[in-house]
């Protein structure tokens, strides 16, 4: 099979517009709702690891940790109910973004985004304040809820919001937010850890970032997309105005977002249409891509750091320290994803990104296995291994920061035409969230039964997710979003799918249903016919795609509706 590369970037139309001061500040803006889940994915492990935190919620744990139940380092954290204190999030998050699907297109991106900041920093005083497991857990969901807002509408605000050319530039702001929370919650956890309440503190200043959030939508406009969708025509003509720029011509680009939202409202129900063949390309990348994600291994290393580095052998201050250079490298490195993503494209980052994690998850395996053995007990650590296994794992964070961390959020927000693109978003948030929980759950228990053959594991499964991406996926840098639909019919293997007479056949017959329901008309005597979401004028009593009449035989007098698919 062929790969994807063959399709470049520079089908499609070309709409007038660059970077502008409003575009680049509005995206700015809504991109600080990777801030919120940023520091939740860093704050946690540092959190888990602090022993007055263990000793209060988590004695079990705590005594783990001091030596006095166990001496096997792979073992010692080996809690559901401390993975179950991370994870529970990520459940609150899947159920959430269900929720955000309806809200986002019916209230708009900016009140989805709303809501979702002012639930997790609900979930953040909680925290804050907790006196028990119960309190803990109650305020994670309410930190989920929140997340799960942000995350299904922001991506979708930003890939909106941006000229086709700084899409993916723009959109991986979002992915930079959560690298910066990260970054912030490591400093956090490290300065607090000396304090007697520190944990409480680093709980606690989860309300920060929900605050920017918070200002910050607010004080934000509705996509133009958005404000089409919900009949403010005009508010949104001025509105692509200011993203585009004063004195450039919007008409072409404001008209096909209107025809886009057209068609998009004659779909009544975007869960069951996003099943139909002709979208099977869009919803297996909104399937497979967060899924794959997850399955790299990187949110172990996220949330789960400090334990990690405590885990191999690390002391206290010194797991905080090497957690805080990895989120460091993290936020770095993904500028470099911003500089390069709309220059090299998203398969050349994935791809690279992909086989720079596969060696370095080698080679972390190899140097944990060396030292530890299947007894985690490793003795004296020498500093010579600190240094390479921290340095391995920098260079698989940065690998991952300039490709599958960022990529996974631009791609699905970019490839969903409007009428799908709420439920798609859904779909690829809940399944984010269905592996974070999973991998979350299930990595205490994996390390301590596979002990340093998991990171063996996770490189098997980068090696199948780029072998995906070099086989399916085309290049989306420098198309219109609204013209994204046209890379799947020139791709070796998807055009099979979306152009073949199967498909022709399903979207005849889907608007047999729409005419056979709702004859609409398009002036007095010109019968409006909806076929795959697109109107016939039927000036000639006949149908315009005369593919259709290959499967449904030629179609007799409109105006009685009779033989017609």
């Not at 930003?158 to 050319?165: G, V």
């Not at 016939?536 to 409109?558: H, P, Q, R, W």
Request: glycine content about 10%; some cysteine.
């Amino acid at each position: 099979m062929a790969g994807g590369g063959a399709i470049g970037p520079e089908n499609g139309k070309k709409y007038p517009g660059g970077m502008t001061c409003n575009v680049f500040w509005t995206c700015v803006i809504a991109g600080t709702g990777g801030l919120i889940f940023g520091y939740d994915l860093g704050i946690s492990g540092g959190v888990t690891s602090m022993p007055i935190f263990l000793e209060k919620f988590f004695p079990t744990v705590y005594q783990k940790e001091e030596g006095i139940r166990s001496t096997n380092q792979y073992c010692k954290f080996n809690s559901q109910i401390l993975t179950l204190f991370t994870s529970s999030l990520y459940l609150a998050a899947l159920v959430a973004c269900l929720f955000a699907s309806w809200t986002t297109r019916k209230w708009g991106r900016k009140k989805s985004m709303l809501l979702g900041g002012f639930l997790f920093l609900a979930g953040a005083i909680i925290n804050a304040v907790a006196q028990n497991i119960v309190m803990l857990i109650v305020g994670r969901v309410l930190l989920g809820f929140g997340i799960g807002f942000a995350n299904q509408s922001t991506p979708i605000y930003l890939s909106e919001t941006a000229p086709y050319k700084w899409r993916g530039a723009l959109n991986m702001i979002f992915q930079m937010a959560i690298t910066i929370g990260i970054l912030v919650a490591d400093v956090a956890n490290y300065f607090f850890a000396k304090l007697e309440w520190g944990w409480r503190l680093s709980l606690g200043c989860a309300a920060v970032p929900a605050l920017i959030f918070i200002i910050g939508s607010w004080s934000l406009p509705d996509t133009p997309n958005s404000l089409i969708e919900r009949g403010n025509h005009e508010e949104a003509k001025n509105r692509l105005q200011k993203f585009r720029g004063k004195h450039v011509d919007i008409e072409e680009e404001f008209n096909d977002l209107v025809l886009a939202c057209e068609e998009a409202k004659k779909i009544k129900n975007p869960w069951i249409n996003i099943f139909r063949r002709k979208y099977r390309p869009q919803l297996t990348f909104a399937v497979l891509l967060p899924a794959f994600q997850q399955l790299t291994g990187m949110n172990v290393y996220m949330f789960y750091a400090p334990v990690l580095f405590r885990t191999i052998g690390f002391g206290m201050s010194a797991s905080l320290m090497s957690a805080l250079i990895t989120g460091g490298v993290n936020a770095a490195s993904t500028v470099v994803s911003i500089a390069t993503v709309d220059k090299f494209g998203r398969r050349f980052l994935f791809l690279e990104g992909g086989i720079q994690m596969i060696i370095c998850q080698i080679i972390v395996s190899v140097a944990i296995g060396a030292r530890f053995g299947t007894s985690g007990n490793p003795g004296e650590l020498p500093r010579w291994y600190a240094i390479l296994v921290v340095s391995a794992i920098c260079v698989y964070v940065a690998g991952y920061a300039w490709s599958w961390g960022p990529l996974c959020w631009l791609v699905p927000s970019e490839i969903f035409p409007l009428e799908i693109r709420s439920a798609a978003q859904s779909i690829n948030v809940s399944v984010n969230m269905i592996f974070t929980f999973v991998i979350a759950q299930i990595f205490m228990y994996a390390l301590c039964h596979l002990k340093f053959g998991l990171f063996i594991v996770f490189a098997f499964f980068v090696m199948v997710m780029s072998i995906f991406i070099y086989k399916l996926f085309p290049e989306t840098k420098g198309i219109p979003i609204e013209e994204m639909s046209e890379i799947w019919k020139k791709h070796p293997y998807w055009k099979k799918i979306v152009t073949s007479e199967d498909s022709r056949k399903n979207d005849c017959e889907y608007g047999k249903d729409s005419i056979n329901g709702k004859g609409s008309t398009n002036g007095k005597d010109s019968p409006k016919i909806s076929i795959d979401g697109i109107d016939f004028l039927d000036d000639n009593n006949s149908l315009k795609d005369k593919d259709c009449e290959l499967e449904i035989g030629k179609v007799k007098d409109l105006d009685h509706e009779k033989d017609l698919c």
